[in-house]
């Protein structure tokens, strides 16, 4: 098992203000992209392409989950929000916890919370 944090990024997201599906989908342009802007950085978090966050009425979401932390669904993303996944991502892995204060969240990503998850340990 990794001992880094993930960022689970859905692969078959449509965006929520898409009409219908898109080819590729909009999830899967989010984890392209966010690959290719993390490739460029040392990231304290792995990222993971998955298939189906079951949070489709949420468009493009992603899920950060780490060992004995906190997890957390965030949902109506967009391939605008890169940067600040990649900060959310890089303060997330710095808990012990799982939890970044609301406060130190990027703003954009501040109200997009879905879910919080306990931890297994």
């Known amino acids: 098992m990794t001992t880094k944090a993930r960022l689970n990024i859905c692969t078959t997201c449509t965006a929520s203000s898409a009409e219908g599906a898109t080819d590729p989908r909009h999830g899967r342009e989010l984890f392209d992209k966010m690959v290719e802007s993390c490739a460029k950085q040392d990231m304290p978090f792995d990222i993971r392409a998955v298939e189906c966050l079951t949070n489709c009425k949420s468009g493009c979401s ?42 130190e969240r990027p703003e954009s990503l501040r109200r997009n919370v879905i879910a919080r998850i306990p931890p297994l340990d």
Do not use: F, Q, S
Request: glycine share 20%; net charge negative.
């Open 62 to 103: 992603v899920a950060l989950i780490g060992p004995g932390k906190w997890g957390y669904v965030y949902g109506n993303l967009d391939t605008g929000m890169i940067d600040d996944l990649c900060e959310l991502g890089r303060r997330y892995a710095g808990t012990n916890d799982g939890i970044v204060p609301w406060r």
